[in-house]
């Protein structure tokens, strides 16, 4: 099993940019497909963006799409998420969460998550 850190949180403005990190240990992240989740107070947890094993397909929320950038590099064993212009509503604690195979946006897919970073964004 795939241990999963996340890290890059913190407090911005409305329009600012955050980058978020999600490290593995224990297992190759190269072999798992890789997604990204947000949960806000009192809401579900949603699908933000997704990379394939081999960083050849991202897939984003709609919500997301055009703002944050998803990547990967497996020799570091790293997924990143960049988030640009933020807004109020991206306030969440987001969860990276590995898969061995391919995209899903449904959380109950996903066997393998890390503890959360929160993300505030004020306005």
């Known amino acids: 099993q795939v241990q999963l850190v996340e890290s890059g949180g913190g407090l911005v403005q409305a329009g600012g940019s955050l980058g978020l990190s999600c490290a593995a240990s224990?297992?190759?992240?190269?072999?798992?497909?890789i997604s990204w989740f947000r949960q806000a107070p009192g809401k579900e947890r949603d699908f933000v963006a997704a990379?394939?094993?081999?960083?050849?397909?991202?897939y984003y929320a709609n919500s997301v799409k055009g703002r944050f950038t998803i990547s990967r590099d497996n020799a570091k064993n790293t997924v990143y998420l960049q988030m640009n212009n933020l807004k109020p509503e991206d306030t969440a604690v987001y969860y990276c969460?590995?898969?061995?195979?391919?995209?899903?946006?449904?959380?109950?897919?996903?066997?393998?998550w890390g503890q959360g970073t929160q993300v505030t964004v004020s306005s």
């Open positions: 969460a590995a898969r061995l195979w391919g995209y899903s946006d449904g959380a109950g897919d996903f066997g393998s």
């Open positions: 990379i394939s094993r081999g960083a050849g397909s991202t």
């Open positions: 224990g297992r190759a992240i190269s072999s798992y497909t």
